[in-house]
């Protein structure tokens, strides 16, 4: 915390010139939250740095001044790591954006931090290839927030998460050090891969300025199906089978279990898209490719499980229109917290050999805390990634007590994670020791003091806050 | 280095029991040396662990006699980095082998570090899976040693280096602690991925000893072609359409160029695959998957890279016989040390919209070199990597320097790395400064000094020796 915000505010002032730094009422709203519900609280200073100069600059002073420094992007983060606390000052990357290369033979997009995910999306379309990284977020997130939270979306299983995708890292570390690797190869095992530490570690060890993302090529003749399975060892049986007939060309598997559908399609809600109410419905993309039949492939090795018994009943989408109305029912969830009690939510994994069983518990034992109680499924599940929400009328705090409790007594049980995807921030710290053995976190500890020895940079995310880091 | 290796051995036998500390003479000729070529030289200690407790226990005594260690699994690395040094004590994962699960469900196999490769990949092929990890040393080299520097191999293209098929480890640290994540999981963000950090870092910053593996579907209905190009564009244009019509499929990408081809081909070697002398040679393979029609969509699409002239000439393998002598031709470069002058040998990475500059550079400055000197390159050019040789009748040392100095100089120049695939171990550490700042190999050895403070975990490999680490 800084002894003297006024002295700071100079310092800052005076390095990064007119415009670049902000305190008090001057702060927009914007930067007091990010998306995780905890109340808004603005910081006590706001620096916009435009160059990863000033960023090093700004970092060295906040440093030499101990003032605790938050890191922001796009403001859409899940766990509150981007959310101010105390007298923090919010370093934001928003004037640090836009697309620097993309280097078409090589296939790789270099972007400044702060570029929204859906311009990068948008600029690796228009050159003709696809970027690896989406989530429903786009349009906010920012590419920097992206690799700084490893994050996942829609596509993991046909692209990876963040990680996957980065070649290359421009990161400066607390004390204003500058780390560039804008690597541009597949291949390069030329000493430590230090950029692999900044990947999903939520700003705590550096700040991300620039980054180098491996493009793909576009996913061409898209095929869409909404398919209804009796049981969870049904949907995994032909997730395999389907590697086997259409291999790399699986890029979406969504999941969304009874309890999910009872809830989209109830009363107000959309259609039932099949006749009965199958365990399990799954939405399933196919990038078939430009070659000729593959409409057709699509259809017959569906028309196969189905024939099989491996699949209760299969729609397939004819036109965009089928399409969106398919998608319609996963993205349903964003209305999900208007329509709904109140609840916990929960982005958990959990290995897939135990995935039916943790159902099965969540089932038995959501029943057992009481006679409102509910809770909805849905999820990446080839990734082994479920989002769960469990809601009570009467929800209160103590019942969101319980209701982790539950969740994350099964996590543990059946050696899953408590995030698969959104982070840990400051929401999910108090319960990092359920995934991570002591000897791990106090590693983790190791390695923030090393990098970060004064804890200045988002103190009290990921690891607790402390005298001693 | 021990100041009383008496003392040290009593220890370690103490602690391990009978027959797994071994000194002097009682040493074997496997444990003194790996694949770099270097002289061979005894560690002064031999001792081989059956557990990871036991690996644990070797380490803290080293670590409190401040014993150097040399962690040898294979031999198979061509770097040097288990090449023993000194009085060095070499812990040999050697008889910690063996697959301990195959989940079927999620698609993952467990194994002790010291598992050879081969054994891995028969494990996965019997339960109907793929190992993503393949390199010719494969009955040799260890799964550990393949995680610990982030191997890579021939199908890069498709699965990526080792470290993408990692999902979780064990590691011993130098004072003996164990870190244990055995994620089954693609998606985990519970706080710092610290399994990234000992991927790669050449067993510099601890010993793996367990590793957790995602496995593929197999890849059926393969499809080979050797290809004839006229330039490296014309195959970086097939390489990217290839992708664009068979999404997903392509699995090889091999390249051999004009002068490698000259030397396979020559006197005493094998027939000309095509009747003019290409600028590049290329072995693709495609798995095309189960269902019906997968050759001729194979077929039909390079038909139509040949109308457009992208390709000068193509041969579809018609059988395993077709098959096995395509790949003989990638092959030969094992027969390359028997026939051909000495030399120098590089695993480097160049950006691929660079890499037909690379090959330019390397034939005009290695004409200059003088009248006998010659080189040769192939490699995985899909990941921006290849293998370059350059070699001259009167090598020695003095030559190895310029030729080093020339092809450094191209990587420099291009923005490539000194070390795509093989690691840094000690033959390539005087160089790491062409691929790495200062600052980047600064934070090195930051991690270093955090991890393993007395140093004594490979040491001189990647980073110099030096009092301070």
Redesign the interface.
Known sequence: MPTNSHTLIEELDGSLGPGLVRSGADIPQRNWQDAAGIDPHPPAILVMPRSTEQVARCLEICNRHGAAVVVQGGMTGLAGGAHPQGREVAISLERMSGIEEI??????LTALAGTPLAEVQAAAAEAGFFCGIDLGARGSCTIGGNVS??A?GNQ?L?Y??A??NVLGLEVV?ADG?????L????????????T??F???EGT?GIVTRVVLGL?????GVQSALCAFASFEDA?TVL?RL???????LIVFEAMWREYMDVTCGPGGMARPFTDEPELVVLLEA?????E?GAD?FE??LGGFLEEGLLVDALIARSENDRARFWSYREAVYEFRRILPKGSHFDI?????RLAEAVAMLRTRTAALGPDAAFIVFG?V????IHVSVRDPAYDAAMGARFEEMVYGIVAEL??????????GVL?RPH?GK???A??????R??K???DPGNILNPGR??PRGERV
Not at 243 to 249: E, F, I, Q, S, T
């Open positions: 280097d078409t033979i090589s296939g790789t939270t490893n996942g993991v046909r990876g998460m990680r996957r570390l050090r500058v780390l560039t690797s690597n541009k190869m597949l291949k390069n095992n030329a000493g430590y891969d230090w692999q530490l990947i999903g570690s060890l793909h090529p576009k996913p061409r995994i395999r590697d086997d007939a259409l291999p790399g060309r990038a078939m490719g430009d070659a039949g492939l017959e090795t994994s959990i290995p897939l050999s990446h080839a990734d082994s990634n050696g899953g994670s408590i995030s698969a995807e959104h982070g840990i999910k990092l995934s991570r053995s000897p791990e976190i106090e590693v983790m190791q390695i003091q090393t990098l990921v690891l």
